[in-house]
């Protein structure tokens, strides 16, 4: 019988190929094989990353999964950039709507302003905050 080996630091690597062979599943099962990452990065003079926007299309769904930016360059705008810079390429690639999650503790009231509505809230993740799911439909 395998071993399980639990790892509290993978390598990304390893973490690339089981999002690679749960994308080939995913693609095999349903047909639909455009997926396509969908990362919008800042970076200061220096060349480092202080804020940036990293999800996915596939089919006619965009899924963000991250958006972060630096502390000392929140409340700027950048984060409204980010993420209309991501809703319009989204559009181009012909997505109908953009997912993503969002603790309550992080910003789903900035979402809210964009136009995103909470789907469900999970609470108690993690205790005692939630995670809200959204969505924004994009319309033609």
């Given at each position: 019988m395998e071993a399980l080996v639990v790892e509290t630091d993978p390598s990304p690597a390893d973490v690339q190929f089981l999002d690679d062979r749960l994308y080939e599943f995913n693609a095999e099962t349903t047909g639909i094989r455009d997926g396509t990452w969908l990362t919008i990065l800042v970076r200061d003079d220096g060349g480092s990353i202080v804020a940036g926007l990293h999800g996915s299309t596939w089919g006619d769904c965009c899924?963000?999964?991250?958006?972060w930016i630096h502390?000392?360059?929140?409340?700027?705008g950048l984060g409204s950039r980010l993420l209309a810079a991501a809703e319009a390429e989204a559009r181009r690639r012909g997505a109908r709507q953009i997912v993503l999650s969002s603790h309550t503790f992080q910003a789903p009231t900035f979402y809210h302003r964009h136009g995103f509505e909470t789907l469900f809230v999970l609470d108690g993740y993690p205790s005692p905050h939630g995670q809200h799911w959204l969505r924004k439909r994009l319309l033609p």
């Open positions: 899924e963000i999964k991250l958006l502390a000392a360059r929140r409340r700027r």
